[in-house]
């Protein structure tokens, strides 16, 4: 027969009709004592909620929940076998709990089962299962600062925007920066993904250049802080420009003068709209749009020397530093002096006499019209003389 529900008392009687008198009976009965084993696992994990390679404390408590003690209860995991365990027995309402500890690194559900034989020798069964997840926080933060050198006494600004590069939620936002104070600030709540407003903060340049570096700092749901850093250089300009000029010292008469110029960036910074005036001689002024850190223009110019004294010249370079903000040009002079020297005359060595220039002109019939003309002056000068002495 099948088993009942529940325990039961079975009776069996026998009746039996003897040849003479009444009749006889008997009967016997017999207790079936119904069993009810049951076991039951509760899995948990604390906590729930992890970083990559953090740890996590799993507990597993096996309660017999049946009418009968259970005997070999046998606990196995299926992610943590370091979380198995065997109990030789387990009585009525009994309970038996342990804890593992390990080390995760992605997310994951560990089912736990238990397995525990009946007084029949049959096994009773039961899993549960609990799940980590593991979170990937993340932040960024970006500063960018002036693009070209500042000079001392402007302002270099910056600007700064932080981003929740990670799966979770980040609270407690702030961004601090030591050097520009007005970029410490708190922008709160992060979403994943979501980026925050971009900060502006300025710092007045010194003559150092300075490296200006901001940090993010935010909590995860767990209450963990990430952080990140990012800097950004402030260059300072110190613009200057060279002039040169010069000349073979010594010129004679009529001679040609060559002067070697060269103008030449020595600041760092370039230079723009360079440009080296010359009144004294306009053919040796030059423009040039950009005049780069470390880079020089040269280039010559010439002048006829004069038959004495000497040629004194002064250039005059002028650039503006391309700078973030407008400043004032630079400027550099070069002055030369040639002298005109007339080489001395040896003895013997006298120069001739330079000859006439020729204009085309025949003097001789003009000489002979002269000459007329003064013997002419000469006859009346004596006939004069004749008429006064008579």
């Known amino acids: 027969m099948t088993a009942p529900a529940d325990d039961v008392t079975n009776v069996a009687k026998v009746t ?16 079936v004592d119904v069993i009810h084993p049951a076991v039951k696992i509760d899995k948990s994990v604390s906590p729930e909620q992890v970083r990559p390679g953090d740890e996590v404390t799993y507990t597993i408590t096996v309660t017999n929940t049946g009418d009968v003690p259970l005997s070999t209860v046998a606990v196995t995991d299926d992610k943590t076998p370091g979380c198995a365990f065997t109990v ?13 500890t390990v080390a995760v690194r992605e ?49 270099a600004v910056f600007t700064v925007v932080a981003k929740n590069t990670g799966d979770v939620t980040l609270t407690g936002v702030t961004l601090n920066d030591p050097i520009a104070p007005k970029c410490s600030i708190v922008i709160g709540t992060l979403a994943p993904g979501e980026s925050s407003k971009p900060v502006t903060c300025a710092v007045t340049m010194s003559n150092d250049d300075i490296t200006n570096t901001v940090t993010a700092t935010g909590d995860d749901p767990n209450g963990k802080p990430v952080t990140a850093t990012d800097d950004a250089p402030a260059k300072v300009a110190k613009p200057a420009i060279d002039l040169q000029k010069e000349a073979d010292p010594t010129i004679r008469p009529g001679g040609t003068v060559t002067f070697t110029l060269v103008v030449r960036n020595t600041g760092n910074v370039d230079l723009t709209d360079v440009d080296v005036t010359d009144p004294a001689y306009p053919v ?74 020729q204009t085309g002109y025949d003097p001789v019939p003009a000489g002979w019209v002269a000459l007329s003309l003064l013997g002419c002056g000469v006859l009346l000068l004596l006939a004069v003389r004749r008429t006064r002495r008579s």
């Open 107 to 155: 997310d994951v559900t560990n089912v736990a089962s238990v397995t525990g034989d009946d007084p029949t020798g049959r096994p009773v069964t039961a899993s549960d299962d609990a799940s980590v997840n593991v979170i990937g926080p993340g932040i960024t933060v970006t500063k960018t600062g002036p693009a070209k050198p500042v000079l001392p006494g402007q302002e």
């Open 16 to 31: 039996g009709t003897p040849p003479t008198g009444d009749l006889v009976t008997s009967e016997a009965k017999a207790d």
């Open 284 to 357: 040796c002024a030059r423009k040039f749009p950009r005049l780069p850190v470390a880079s020089h223009q040269e280039w010559t110019c010439t002048t006829t020397a004069p038959t004495s004294g000497d040629v004194r010249n002064t250039a005059t370079a002028t650039g503006t530093p391309d700078t973030e903000q407008p400043g004032k040009p630079v400027q550099d002079s070069a002055s030369t002096t040639v002298h005109v020297v007339t080489p001395p005359v040896s003895p013997g060595q006298e120069p001739k006499p330079a000859p006439l220039p």
């Open 88 to 100: 030789a027995k387990l009585d009525v309402g009994g309970k038996e709990t342990r804890q593992c």
